[in-house]
Antibody, heavy 121, light 110 residues
């Protein structure tokens, strides 16, 4: 059974780069047909799609975040990562990684437990 | 890319049916049969309940159903149970390999 687990600093200073990693267990990140995704949720608010990386390496980002976001994959470690640059307090949120299979229209079928990231000096 | 519009809250009594709407535009909900719904209990990760407008993943109760008309998708929960109390989010493909979520709806079981 595939499981996802986010990891990374819980506190980031303003203007710095937020870096998170999602480790995939129980399956290979290199197997075809999946979009590996990042989604965030501001405190007490709704979900916001950040972007995803296809197993082929192609990346797709939320237009509102595109200038600050980079998603990459490390197949040797079975991980994918999120970098969000020039963060502000508005980037304080719970960050989730999730899997979106091709064959269910890209819906997010498996989620990590989420990791809270606070942007503060 | 604007968030899809959902009612902030809905409520119903045990055994009743409720419907949550999700309104988008002709660029997202209206153009693709790629709407999904998620249930989120407090402090937990979202759980996929419906994909491709009306399909249920294995293990999801058949009390949950989805539909779409024009730019509006809907999630219906029949035979409401206490454990259905949660936040619900819709999500749609929005073209150019992007996705957009709704603002979420808090379901209260009275």
């Amino acid at each position: 059974q595939v499981q996802l687990q986010e990891s990374g600093p819980g506190l980031v200073k303003p203007s710095q780069t937020l870096s998170l990693t999602c480790t995939v267990s129980g399956g290979s990140i290199s197997s075809g047909g999946y979009y590996w995704s990042w989604i965030r949720q501001h405190p007490g608010k709704g979900l916001e799609w950040i972007g995803y990386i296809y197993y082929s390496g192609s990346t797709y980002y939320n237009p509102s975040l595109k200038s600050r976001v980079t998603i990459s994959v490390d197949t040797s470690k079975n991980q994918f990562s999120l970098k969000l640059s020039s963060v502000t307090a508005a980037d304080t949120a719970v960050y989730y990684c999730a899997r979106a299979p091709d064959d269910i229209g890209g819906a997010f079928d498996i989620w990590g437990q989420g990791t809270m990231v606070t942007v503060s000096s | 890319q604007s968030a899809l519009t959902q009612p902030a809250s809905v409520s119903g009594s045990p055994g009743q049916s409720i419907t949550i709407s999700c309104t988008g535009t002709s660029s997202d909900v209206g153009s693709y049969n790629l709407v999904s719904w998620y249930q989120q209990h407090p402090g937990k990760a979202p759980k996929l309940m419906i994909y491709e407008v009306s399909k249920r993943p294995s293990g999801v109760s058949n009390r949950f159903s989805g539909s779409k008309s024009g730019n509006t998708a809907s999630l219906t929960i029949s035979g409401l149970q206490a454990e259905d109390e949660a936040d619900y989010y819709c999500c749609s493909y929005a073209g150019s390999s992007t996705s957009v979520f709704g603002g979420g709806t808090k379901l209260t079981v009275l």
